[in-house]
């Protein structure tokens, strides 16, 4: 039928590995729709740690090639999204020099045990194999290690009982949400064959064909050659709606808390603490956006529509800071956000702590044969480029096309031409600041919060200023305007959770709403 959109491939699920896919796809050339139920990034890839990290933890249980293409991809991350991706230096605690090493080798072994204590001297070879691992694309110091005394002069508020320390490097994000948004953003530019449409819902899936409705899009239909199904936690579900029942996942909740404590981001001191506690599980905290952000719970969790970050997490998050910085204790009120989600990882009858974050796909068949369907199971956000990758070579397989263009190595959005040297930051903002008639400290506000796309924005000023607004007064009512415009935003929940970190921090109340919601009218 004429009314029939013919695609050569048709993503379900606009996460972070849905996103990357998409532009990915995109960037060959394909004819690629990416079909997103909410707004894009805004299921698990919403609730992570913000870490783009090799995965220290997972050496434990072996899993090697994980860790060295997550430590790849953080590197590269550091070059490529300059602008989100940032150095974090991050130390692991210890409080004895042996412990944890039969416990190690027992994980190593596949024995399931419980790791109370991880002493100096495997703390030690961990982060002597995790410099190795790292090596290319290096950019970042190798660790060091620490005793007491060294390391209560670095942070004096820590435990007594601390007796030393690991001090390396990893990557963390900024603003998650807008790197999965520009990923679709940079693909669409590259390919005016491809589509990425959030708030759309498949509404029916018959004789191969596709029935969807969005706001901005009305309702649809489509044919695909391929189907990729990027729906994270929801992978079975999209299953089941295209008539092919499965349980390949078996979803575990991890549970974040944003802080406001002036003490504990004090102490930390732009650092992260990355610790075990006695129930052997392992837990960080570390300043983000002025605020502090304390993860994350590891809890079996089948339906990721009822995820919620329930009040025993929280309470026993701030237990576990106490663990580390016992005189500063967290309060109810201190709390600002909770945020939780449900990690893709596959179906497993083991304990969820030791199921593997690694990436893989499952390929099946639409019923009648009429599309094969690729599910993309499990993936940590680090290495969203990498299982992209993977990926869209299956797919161009498919397709009998060739890759003809590599992702390894190109910018992502606002980090194409981002300044890599404070000269160059300083000269950059300078043309911002004049370009939109703004302050220099407002321009560099803008370039942290956007990168290079905040000139973009800027011109649209043509000089005149900004009017901020009332309510919160580090946003101004153009450049609200301006994203709600040029980026997708459906309704005012986009804004305040993704496109900007205003209820991240706690800053979601009601004149806030208010104030946003005229602007969107």
Not at 88 to 117: M, N
Not at 118 to 131: K, N
Not at 383 to 406: H, I
């Amino acid at each position: 039928m004429s009314d029939i959109e013919a695609w050569d491939v048709v993503i379900i699920g606009g996460g972070i590995n849905g996103c990357a896919t998409f532009r990915d796809l995109a960037l060959q050339g394909v004819r690629v729709l990416l079909l997103e139920r909410g707004d894009f990034c805004s299921g698990a890839s919403a609730a992570s740690s913000r870490l783009m990290h090799g995965g220290l933890k997972y050496l434990e249980t072996g899993e090697f090639r994980l860790v060295r293409e997550s430590l790849v991809e953080r590197n590269m991350l550091l070059a490529t999204a300059p602008h989100y991706v940032q150095p974090l230096e991050c130390v692991v605690p210890v409080k004895s020099v042996w412990g944890g090493i039969v416990g190690s080798a027992a994980r190593f072994l596949g024995i399931r045990t419980k790791i109370a204590d991880r002493g100096y001297a495997i703390t030690a070879a961990g982060l002597m194999l995790y410099d190795l691992y790292g090596r290319a694309l290096q950019s970042m110091p190798g660790h060091r290690m620490l005793r007491r005394h060294g390391l209560h002069r670095l942070l004096p508020d820590l435990a007594a009982d601390i007796s030393g320390a690991g001090v390396y490097y990893e990557g963390h994000i900024t603003h998650a949400e807008r790197l999965g948004l520009e990923l679709v953003l940079d693909g669409e530019a590259a390919n005016p064959s491809g589509r990425a449409e959030n708030h759309a819902e498949v509404v029916q899936v018959a004789d191969g064909i596709l029935t969807w409705r969005s706001a901005r899009s009305g309702q649809r239909r489509a044919r695909a050659q391929v189907i990729v199904n990027a729906g994270g936690a929801w992978i079975d579900s999209v299953n089941g709606a295209l008539g092919l029942p499965t349980q390949l996942m078996g979803g575990s909740r991890g549970s974040h808390l944003v802080v406001d404590s002036p003490a504990l981001l004090r102490a930390l001191n732009g650092r992260m603490i990355y610790f075990g506690t006695p129930d052997g599980r392992v837990n960080l905290l570390y300043p983000f956006a002025g605020k502090v952000l304390v993860g994350a719970t590891d809890i079996k969790h089948a339906n990721p529509d009822t995820a919620l970050c329930s009040d025993d997490e929280a309470e026993y998050l701030c237990r576990a800071v106490a663990e580390v910085f016992p005189d500063i204790p967290i309060r109810p009120e201190q709390i600002v956000c909770r945020f939780c989600g449900v990690r893709p990882l596959p179906r497993s009858d083991g304990v969820v702590a030791s199921v593997t974050r690694d990436h893989s796909i499952v390929t099946l068949t639409l019923p009648g044969g009429a599309a094969l369907v690729h599910c993309l199971i499990g993936g940590k956000w680090t290495t969203f480029r990498a299982f992209a990758e993977l990926a869209t070579d299956r797919v161009l397989a498919d397709l009998g096309r060739g890759r003809t263009v590599s992702t390894a190595g190109l910018a992502i959005g606002g980090g194409l031409g981002f300044p890599r040297d404070v000269a160059g930051r300083q000269a950059l903002v300078g043309q911002l600041a004049g370009l939109g008639g703004v302050t220099v400290d407002r321009a560099d506000i803008l370039l942290s919060r956007y990168g290079t796309r905040a000139g973009a924005y800027l011109a649209t000023l043509a000089g005149a200023g900004e009017e901020m607004l009332d309510n919160i007064s580090d946003f101004a009512t153009e450049e609200i305007r301006h994203i709600a415009r040029t980026e997708r935003v459906t309704g005012i929940d986009d804004i305040l959770f993704r496109r900007t970190l205003i209820g991240l921090t706690g800053r979601d109340t009601a004149p806030v709403r208010a104030e946003i919601a005229a602007l969107l009218t």
